[in-house]
Every structure is written in structure tokens, then in C-alpha cells.
């Protein structure tokens, strides 16, 4: 049943696939009709805006037109135009045309009409007919009207100045007729003797029966733009030569080369770097495969070629980072006179129980295995010794194979490798590791036979071992320093620790304590009373306090250091391993410490580390092709085992990582998919909840509100001192989620003796059992001359009228198969049955 469920949602999974890629297709033609509806929309949008933009070009030329000839008409005396006024008389005397001052009208000048005669107030003088006209006093300013509210004595109407009228240095005014009082004004006739010729006509406004002032005037019939005459009309300057030529087009620049700073590039700022309109790139990138829009991003392979298309030569020139700034300050000159020796870093290593530990606290003299879980080191340990008067740096790795990574990283920062090798024991596999460690980075390695004081000790035996695996000692002619030690009776200590001396000489070690500190990051952990703790083994220069420090993602200050006894120091040379307080959060261990010249730049630094890991991170979750497309669809049938990993140091956290990793096999994949420093928490939980996880605690506890959620969500949290307990429980939980093998077990042979056809029903064979038995719920098989002509399920088992569940052997039987109706006499029908293999 579990194979039929298991081919079934195979299929429907194959069908799912089959639907996707076809609807994939489907979206495919559709934006290619949706892109092609664009282009024509597109181009019907730029026809209608050159058409419209035509029209309105030739609309505001009629009107400049228009507007040219009406301001032409508006010059003279009496214009011909819709503002035409009529200038009344008083006499029925012949008019006389007045002198035309200005621009002459176009058509002929009708007869002026005469107009009525203003009334006089009562009791009022009549007034002589050659006084000049006089109108009440109004509310409008002096520039909007005509002033002849007052006589101007002898002078006619036309002597009158006016506001903006009258020529530079003359005085406006008039002769005051005694009494105030109006008399009847009459408009004298043209040509009256003693009139005055005003250097303008005005005209009469036919709304208002006043006349136009020159201002009115001019604003009427001023031209616009450039249509000013040579005199300079209306006392603005007359258009420059260089305003009335047509300003010239600029060429376009042909670009031959770009310049880009960044490796991903919008569409609009890759159109402005070469020029080119953004649609057209554009179209480019759906012929490529690629439907972008003009605020997407493209990468720089591409912008090259879409540049190559136009004979375009792009270049990258990427910023200065704050890496490349940080490699460039920590470059200081290391040259021979600044040189000066330093302390050799030793590392020890060792199989499991062999006496590392016991060695470097017979050394030191102190006592570091009482506080181990199990006699087994788990963490990295430097401390510093001093022998002759020459000081020794001594890194302890444990010894187990789960550290591989952490002894690794002991091998890469040390200058020569003890390998303790117990002397009853032997070589063993992880001894092996730790010589192949060794040798592959280069490191020179002294033998320390240890545990020579017990009776069984065999110290020849491990000589003949180590020359099989390229180590041959001095005393049978090799260049292998051993030394036969024991630590527990602090035998040849003395003389291990010259032969470490004698060894640095040889390699003659320097370093130049004047620079800026660079150095390893040996071991890491979260304290709950001073944060995170890093142990800090300085290679080259001098670290000091309140030096701003990066290592890896982390950055910070260093606030305070501790040396290998507990003593708070102000500064750590070359080959001086510290605890340093200060940094933002733990770093990872094996990570390279620099000091920078600011804190801005560390930070700096750590921030583009990290964003440089998420943007990888997220191009490897984003990035999928068709190539492995179906690998992904393979993969989801691969069950995972997640394992959320905390641990109370950094590099135990990797290596229970690792060794968990490595009992993935073909079915079943471990995955650690977080591992972080410190205890467990509620957020652990309810991360490995979402993500149907485990939750492994290596040396810490869970708190309270992890406990009690873990409860709630029925998360499983496990805590471990020894790793061996973690393996074992890992790999019991493995075997539940092994995929189920099964295998097929012949039942019953059933030989078809006769066929009968039942109506609705189908073919029924009328059979004998010959062997076995058959069951209702058994798959079956039809052989026809050692051929299998088809395999399914029993549809029905009937013996005489009544349904049963089993036949057995002896016995006659009718058989239906499901879907099945070619049965023929002499075939042979085979029962089986799927059993699950036990592991």
C-alpha cells in the first residue's frame, strides 16, 4: 500500500510539474501578446502627440499672425478695427481730418458725428464756445482717465497735458477759473485756432464715452516675442542679432566608452551612461529572455552586452571598500631592520586520552583536566610558559576526531606541533589526523612519547609505527625530534622544552611589535556577566587597549585584556595569546583579527562582510535555472533531519555540527540549520517549531520560558556533555525516517482451468489453487507462456456464490482482476504480497 501511495503522489507530483511548465508557457505568450500590444500603443501615442504638438505650432502662429495686423491697425488715429470710436462736434462746420502723428489708418475715416452739449449747473455763466471742454471731476486715477475737470484758460482741449503725456522737463497744470462752478463745455472744432497738436491721438472708448489714455494704448497694440520695430517700440530695446538667429542644435556625441562603478546597474542609469533611450535597452533585454522595467537592476555581463550592440566599450571600475581601505592601513613596512624574534606558538595533539592535557599541566603547573566533562578537553586552551628565560605559547587542541575543524585551525596559527603519543597505546586514528594536519600546513612536528612510566609501555613500538607514516626519529637517522616523556612523574620536561627552542631557532621567527595587531581568533564564547569573550592569539604587532578590532562580522573597542593567569594587561605582543573584551557580538572562531586606524572603519567592514555573506545567501535561494529544475524536484523526495545546535563555545558549536553532518546518507540528510552560542532560549524553540526541528544543547541548559514552550509547541530539546551521546541518539532517531524497502513474497500459483463472461462484471477465471494460497487483498500477476502479460489487484475471489477472503491450495476458485479481461484458458495467475524489510 505504502508503494502505491508513494507511485501515486509521484504522478501527481509529475502532473504538477506538467502544469506549471505549462502554464509558464502560457505566461510566456502572453506577455509577448501583451508586450506586442504595447509597441502598437506605443507608436499610436507618439503619432497623436506629433500630430496634436503640429496643430498647436500652427495655432500659435495664426495668432502671433492675427495679432501682428491688429496691432498694425491699432497705430493710427481712427483705426478701422472693432474699437473704432467716433469723435463728435459741436459746430455743423466742415470737419477738418487732423494731421496723422502716428501710423495712418488702412480704411477711410467716416464723419465725425457731433456730440451733445453738457448741460450747465444753475445760475452758472455761460461760457464762450472757444473755451475748452470741460468734463465733472470722477474716482479714477490720474492715468486712467482724461483730466478736464479744470479750464485751461485760452488753450484749447488739446493743449491739456496729461499723465505720462507730457515731454521731459514740462510741468503739468492749468489756469483755474475763478468761481468752480461748470459751465457748458463744448468739444472745439479741429483746426481751431491757437489748438495745440498732441504728440498722440486718443481714441474713445464707446462702453465708457471716454477716451483712451496712451497707456491703454499701448498695452493694446504692443507686439509680442520679437515683433518690435527698429525704433524701439514702447522704450524696449531693439531684439540682438544673436536673439533673432534660430539657436543652433548641438550634434550628439557618439559614445565610445562607459564607465560603470557597481557590478548591478538600473536600466535608466545604464540608458544615461551610453546614451541610448531606456526602451530601447529595454526590447534588448525581452529578446534576451529578460522582461525588465527601467528601475530593474541588470548585472554587468549583460550591460556589456547590450553596450556591444551600439559599439559600445564598457569598463568596470569598482570603489575603494572599506576592505581594500582596511589591507591598505594594516600594511605596515615589515622589512628586516623592524623585525625582532618572538616566542614560538606550539600546538599539542594527540588521540583521545593520551595525556595532552596532562603534558601542558605538568608544564604550566596547574590543573586544567579536573574541570573537563569526561577527562576530555573540549575547548581550546593558550596559555604561555617561559623556559631558560624564553617564553612558549602552548595551544591545547582536543583530541577527539569530532574537533577536526578546531585542531585544524590550531595547525594553521602554530609554529610547531607536540604529538603526544601514549607509549602503551600506540598510533591511533586520530594521531593519524593530527600528522596529516601537520605536514599539509607544513608545520614541524616533535614527538612526545608520553606514559613511559608504566610497565607496559612499549616506546620502540611506537617508533616503528611513526616511520610508517613518514616520521622517522633522529636516532634511526631521520630529522624527527621524539623525546620519551611522562607527564605524570614530570619526566624530560625540561628537555621537550629546550627541543621546542632549539626548533624556533632553526625557523627563526619574527614579527614587528610597532605595527597595528594582527591576529587569530583561537576560541570564542558569551559570558553572561562580560558578553563576548574572544581568545585572541596576536601573530604580528603589538595590541593595546581602547584599538578598534575586527574579526570577521564582528567589530567593537578593546575594552579590557586577560592573559593566561587571570592578570588584566594593557598590551599583548607577538605570540601572546589574551582574552579580549569588547567586541559587538561573539566572533567565529578561526577568524583573522585586524586592528583598523577608526572604529567607522571597522564597522564599515563588518558591515560589508555580512552584507556581502546575505547577498550570496540570497543568490543562491533566488537563482534557479531550468538545468536543475528537475534536480530541486528530486531533491523534495530527500528527507531532512533539522537540528538546531547551541553550545556554551563557538568551536564546539561547529564540531557537533560536523559530526552530525557526516551520519547524512542517501535517504536520510541531516541539516543543522542554526548553531549559535549561548543558552537556550524561547526563540530557539519556536524557530525549530516552525522548521520541525530538533533542539541539541551542548554544555547548556534551556531556560525557563524554553522549557515551557517546549511543552506547548512539543519541541524536543536534548542537552549532551560528551558528544558520543548526542551521535547515538541522533542516529536512533535517524532509523524511524529511513524510507521503508520492501520486498516482494510469492503467496499462491494459481492455473486457470476455464473463462466465464458476467454481464457487467467482465471476464472470471474459474481457477485451482496449486500452490500457496490466495488472499483478497494480494497483488497478482498473469504469466502466458513464461511472459507477463499484466500485474494489479484482485477484483473479486469467489468460491461457488459467496465471497471469501482466502483460497487455499487444493481448492477451486473464481478470480477477477481489476482492469483486466484477457484471461485465457492455461494462463497462470501468481498471488503476492509487498513485506518491509527490517533494518
Known amino acids: 500500500m505504502a508503494k502505491n501511495e508513494l507511485m501515486e503522489s509521484a504522478k501527481q507530483l509529475e502532473s504538477r510539474t506538467a502544469e506549471l511548465l505549462e502554464r509558464i508557457k502560457q505566461l510566456h505568450s502572453d506577455v509577448s501578446a501583451s508586450l506586442q500590444q504595447a509597441k502598437r500603443q506605443e507608436s499610436k501615442l507618439i503619432e497623436a502627440e506629433k500630430a496634436a504638438a503640429k496643430a498647436k505650432a500652427d495655432r500659435e502662429r495664426e495668432e502671433r499672425r492675427k495679432e501682428f495686423l491688429e496691432s498694425g491697425e491699432q497705430r493710427g488715429v481712427y483705426s478701422s478695427g472693432p474699437d473704432e470710436e467716433e469723435t463728435p462736434e459741436v459746430k455743423p462746420a466742415e470737419p477738418e481730418k487732423p494731421k496723422e502723428e502716428t501710423v495712418k489708418p488702412e480704411k477711410p475715416q467716416e464723419p465725425v458725428k457731433p456730440r451733445e452739449e453738457i448741460k450747465p449747473k444753475a445760475e452758472q455763466p455761460a461760457q464762450s464756445e472757444t473755451r475748452p471742454p470741460r468734463q465733472p471731476r470722477g474716482d479714477k486715477p490720474a492715468g486712467d482717465r482724461p483730466r478736464g475737470d479744470k479750464p485751461y484758460g485760452d488753450k484749447s482741449y488739446g493743449d491739456k497735458p496729461k499723465t505720462g503725456d507730457r515731454k521731459p522737463g514740462e510741468k503739468q497744470g492749468g489756469k483755474t477759473r475763478p468761481g468752480g462752478s461748470s459751465a457748458p463745455v463744448v468739444i472745439p472744432q479741429p483746426g481751431r485756432k491757437g489748438e495745440h497738436k498732441s504728440q498722440y491721438v486718443r481714441t474713445i472708448d464707446n462702453d465708457k464715452k471716454q477716451p483712451k489714455n496712451k497707456k491703454t494704448i499701448m498695452k493694446e497694440t504692443a507686439p509680442t516675442g ?188 602554530t609554529d610547531v606541533v607536540i604529538l603526544v603519543v601514549a607509549a602503551d597505546d600506540g598510533i591511533m586514528p586520530q594521531t593519524v589526523e593530527a600528522i596529516n594536519h601537520s605536514k599539509a600546513a607544513g608545520v614541524p612536528i616533535i614527538v612526545a612519547i608520553n606514559k613511559i612510566d608504566k610497565p607496559e609501555a612499549n616506546p620502540d613500538r611506537v617508533l616503528q609505527q611513526l616511520t610508517e607514516h613518514g616520521l622517522l626519529c633522529e636516532a634511526w637517522g631521520g630529522d624527527s625530534i621524539t623525546v620519551p616523556v611522562s607527564a605524570k612523574k614530570h619526566q624530560n620536561l625540561d628537555q621537550l622544552l629546550e627541543m621546542v627552542l632549539l626548533q624556533a631557532d632553526v625557523l627563526e621567527l619574527r614579527a614587528n611589535p610597532n605595527r597595528k595587531a594582527k591576529g587569530t581568533i583561537i576560541e570564542s564564547q558569551l559570558d553572561k556577566g562580560r558578553g563576548p569573550v574572544a581568545t585572541v592569539l596576536v601573530q604580528n604587532g603589538t595590541l593595546k587597549v581602547g584599538d578598534p578590532v575586527v574579526a570577521g562580522v564582528a567589530f567593537g573597542k578593546v575594552r579590557a585584556m586577560m592573559d593566561d593567569k587571570g592578570r588584566r594587561v594593557k598590551e599583548a605582543g607577538p605570540s601572546t595569546a589574551v582574552e579580549v573584551l569588547g567586541f559587538n557580538e561573539v566572533p567565529s572562531a578561526g577568524d583573522e583579527m585586524i586592528v583598523a586606524d577608526l572604529d567607522k572603519l571597522s564597522k564599515l567592514v563588518a558591515e560589508e562582510r555580512r ?102 509547541e512539543k519541541v524536543d530539546i536534548r542537552t549532551y556533555r560528551v558528544i558520543y551521546q548526542a551521535i547515538e541518539d541522533v542516529e536512533n532517531a535517524m532509523k524511524g525516517m529511513f524510507k521503508p524497502v520492501y520486498q516482494e513474497v510469492v503467496i499462491g500459483t494459481v492455473s486457470v482451468r476455464n473463462t466465464f463472461k458476467v454481464p457487467g462484471v467482465g471476464i472470471i477465471a474459474g481457477a485451482y489453487v496449486s500452490d500457496g494460497k490466495v488472499q483478497r487483498n494480494a497483488q497478482v500477476r498473469v504469466v502466458r507462456d513464461g511472459i507477463v502479460v499484466h500485474e494489479g489487484k484482485i477484483g473479486s475471489l469467489r468460491r461457488f456464490k459467496d465471497d471469501v477472503k482466502e483460497v487455499a491450495q487444493g481448492y477451486e476458485c473464481g478470480i477477477g482482476i481489476e482492469n483486466f479481461n484477457d484471461i485465457h484458458e492455461g494462463d497462470t495467475i501468481e498471488a503476492f504480497i509487498m513485506e518491509e524489510v527490517k533494518r
Open 226 to 413: 520679437n515683433q518690435w520695430d527698429d525704433e524701439g517700440y514702447g522704450n524696449r530695446r531693439k531684439a540682438s542679432k544673436k536673439q533673432q538667429q534660430p539657436a543652433h542644435k548641438p550634434e550628439p556625441v557618439k559614445i565610445e566608452k562607459a564607465i560603470l562603478t557597481s557590478e548591478q546597474v538600473t536600466v535608466r542609469d545604464l540608458s544615461e551612461k551610453i546614451g541610448k533611450p531606456a526602451a530601447e535597452i529595454i526590447k534588448k533585454l525581452f529578446m534576451m529572455g529578460t522582461i525588465a522595467t527601467i528601475n530593474n537592476e541588470i548585472d554587468f555581463e549583460t550591460c556589456e552586452l547590450i553596450a556591444a550592440d551600439y559599439d559600445i566599450e564598457l569598463e568596470l571600475q569598482l570603489p575603494k571598500t572599506a576592505e581594500e581601505a582596511l589591507e591598505e592601513a594594516s600594511g605596515a613596512d615589515d622589512s628586516e631592520e623592524n623585525l625582532v624574534e618572538r616566542p614560538p606558538v606550539v600546538t599539542i595533539m594527540g588521540h583521545v586520552d593520551h595525556g595532552k592535557t596532562s603534558l601542558l599541566d605538568a608544564i604550566r603547573n596547574s590543573s586544567v583536566t579536573a574541570g573537563e566533562a569526561g577527562g576530555i578537553t573540549q575547548h581550546i586552551g593558550a596559555y604561555t610558559v617561559t623556559c631558560n628565560g624564553k617564553k612558549i605559547t602552548f595551544i591545547d587542541t582536543p583530541g577527539h576526531e569530532a574537533f577536526t575543524a578546531m585542531r585544524a585551525r590550531g595547525a594553521q596559527v
Open 611 to 712: 552584507n556581502k555573506i546575505r547577498a550570496e545567501q540570497m543568490k543562491k535561494l533566488s537563482k534557479v535555472s531550468l538545468e536543475d529544475l528537475y534536480s530541486h524536484i528530486a531533491e523534495g523526495e530527500v528527507k531532512d533531519l533539522n537540528i538546531v545546535i547551541k553550545a556554551d563555545v563557538d568551536g564546539s558549536v561547529e564540531a557537533v555540527k560536523q559530526a552530525l553532518e557526516k551520519l547524512s546518507n542517501d535517504e536520510v540528510r541531516v541539516k543543522c540549520i542554526h548553531g549559535a552560542v549561548g543558552a537556550i532560549t524561547a526563540s530557539d524553540v519556536m524557530f525549530a517549531s516552525a522548521s520541525n526541528a530538533i533542539v541539541i544543547g551542548f554544555n547548556v541548559r534551556p531556560d525557563s520560558g524554553a522549557k515551557s514552550l517546549s511543552e506547548q
